[in-house]
């Protein structure tokens, strides 16, 4: 069961915070345990979050006047931002950047470029309302983490419009995601203060990913710092804790977490951890019960059985294995890929050159989409 390694965790426009769950005052400090941990690598500071670099303010001043003149500030910065010969800007879910380092790269995940967006509106005066959508689940792997992924977007201007996307002189909606994507996604206003939570939260889960585990520590605390209400940052902090040997801190903090939201399943299957490290193995079992109720199948339970009929020449098996997979989240590259792999094995070269398509449209960094997109050139070249 997935489940069972080593945590899970949220990662970009973070659903883990419930929007009835009640306001929480501060984190409570006992969650922490600064003296534990190596001081950060790099510098964690929320101001840096939304800061105008010189390049940027260089851009507003002299690139972006133009349309701000002829058609104000609004319709100017959404010119700018969704032309391509102005900005070029290139969804790329590799990291987290900052406002500053998203421009400079020209590229980012959701919300790095609603980051960078909003850094803009502010610059120029603009109102901004940050909202979180109501998307279906979707789940990534890296290493031995799986990650749980949401989107945010921005609206900009006086008023926040149901439809998302629709514009006006009054306010207009900026996502990031393709246009088919977008159509009818529901929202609900978050504050700016959430928006550096997931920034923050983001940063240490990347650090995580990266064996980076002091920094880790650094990045979810500040992310509770700047919004204690923001639930994901809880289930970080206590994967940091696991990761780190510390089973009285994880414990407490996927305590406080279910405390304000029992269902949670991620926090429940970590606790479960917890308690098996520590031999505690009736309250993991008990923990598991629940968690079974809640979640019969994990993330990655169907696309774990076809790997492992793959592995023993059931090419069959695991074609249907990974197809289940793919109707559970139709947007995740590794589904379409080994899809296309059992298929490909099965003779089957039409859908394997489908699905290794929709693997390279649906990769979530640069890096991905050219791995991608060769195999599918060498599969085109080698069979025609």
């Not at 929007?19 to 941990?37: C, E, H, Q």
């Not at 690139?63 to 959404?78: E, F, N, V, Y």
Request: hydrophobic share 45%; aromatic share 8%.
């Amino acid at each position: 069961m997935l489940r069972t390694l080593a945590g899970l965790l949220s990662l970009c426009a973070l659903l883990g915070a419930c929007a009835t769950a009640p306001p929480v005052p501060g984190a409570p400090p006992d969650l922490f345990a600064d003296a534990r941990f190596a001081p950060p690598s790099t510098r964690i500071a929320r101001a840096d979050v939304f800061a105008l670099s010189d390049d940027m303010k260089r851009y507003v001043r002299e690139d972006m006047a133009p349309l701000l003149h002829r058609q104000g500030r609004l319709r100017g910065l959404l010119e700018a931002l969704g032309s391509r010969a102005r900005l070029r800007l290139d969804y790329d879910a590799a990291s987290t950047r900052n406002a500053a380092e998203a421009f400079e790269a020209r590229s980012g995940n959701c919300l790095a470029l609603v980051v960078m967006t909003a850094a803009f509106a502010k610059e120029l005066g603009l109102p901004v309302v940050y909202q979180s959508a109501y998307v279906d689940e979707t789940w990534s792997r890296a290493g031995d983490l799986y990650l749980r992924s949401g989107h945010v977007n921005v609206t900009l201007g006086r008023h926040l419009f149901e439809a998302v996307g629709r514009r006006d002189r009054d306010g207009a909606t900026v996502d990031f995601l393709p246009p088919d994507r977008v159509q009818g996604l529901r929202t609900r206003r978050i504050d700016e203060s959430t928006v550096v939570a997931m920034f923050m939260n983001n940063r240490a889960v990347e650090a995580l990913v990266q064996g980076q585990v002091d920094d880790a520590y650094w990045w979810a605390r500040e992310a509770l710092q700047a919004d204690p209400a923001h639930g994901a940052s809880y289930n970080t902090l206590g994967v940091v804790y696991l990761r780190h040997g510390d089973l009285a801190h994880a414990e407490r903090s996927f305590a406080r977490l279910l405390q304000r939201e029992p269902d949670n399943v991620q926090a429940l299957a970590n606790l479960a951890q917890v308690m098996d490290r520590a031999g505690r193995a009736a309250e993991a079992a008990g923990l598991r019960r629940t968690l079974a109720t809640l979640e019969p199948h994990a993330p990655f339970h169907f696309f774990q059985l076809g790997q492992a009929a793959m592995a023993r020449g059931d090419f069959g098996q695991a074609r249907e294995l990974f197809a289940r997979e793919v109707a559970r989240d139709p947007h995740y590259h590794e589904f379409h890929f080994w899809l296309a792999v059992a298929h490909f094995r099965l003779g089957d070269e039409p859908q394997a050159r489908r699905h290794l398509a929709l693997a390279a449209e649906y990769s979530p960094t640069r890096g991905d989409r050219d791995l991608y997109t060769a195999k599918l050139a060498w599969l085109r070249a080698a069979h025609h």
